[in-house]
Nanobody, 123 residues
Framework: VQLQASGGGVVQTGGSLRLSCAVS????????MGWFRQAPGKEREFVAA????????YYADSMKGRFTISRDNAKNTGSLQMNSLKPEDTAVYYC?????????????????WGQGTQVTVSS
């Protein structure tokens, strides 16, 4: 199983980025997909998750209204649209899959992870 995150880059405050996660070796329609991020010197933190069908989503409070998680099961991909970016959003962003839709904020619930993509928001 491999997850490939892409779409990161450098953007100014207030800008937008769309991250993608391509999954191979696993049919993602059977799994929850999640996004996490990790800033230098900080623990990895939960960003958002989406259920297998895409009907249910869950966001960290600081991302609500700015970030939108989605998935395309036919293409075996997931996405994270990030708007109104702030300097504090600067981090490496990781996609991951989980066999359950429970304890979504816990990294231990996710079994496969992508390599991460850097997002830098300049002030």
């Amino acid at each position: 199983v491999q997850l490939q995150a892409s779409g990161g880059g450098v953007v100014q405050t207030g800008g937008s980025l769309r991250l993608s996660c391509a999954v191979s070796g696993r049919t993602i329609s059977l799994y929850t997909m999640g996004w996490f991020r990790q800033a230098p010197g900080k623990e990895r933190e939960f960003v958002a998750a989406i259920s297998r069908s895409g009907i249910n989503t869950y966001y960290a409070d600081s991302m609500k209204g700015r970030f939108t998680i989605s998935r395309d099961n036919a293409k075996n991909t997931g996405s994270l649209q990030m708007n109104s970016l702030k300097p504090e959003d600067t981090a490496v962003y990781y996609c991951a899959t989980s066999p359950t839709y429970a304890r979504l904020t816990q990294t231990s619930e996710y079994d496969y992870w992508g390599q991460g993509t850097q997002v830098t928001v300049s002030s």
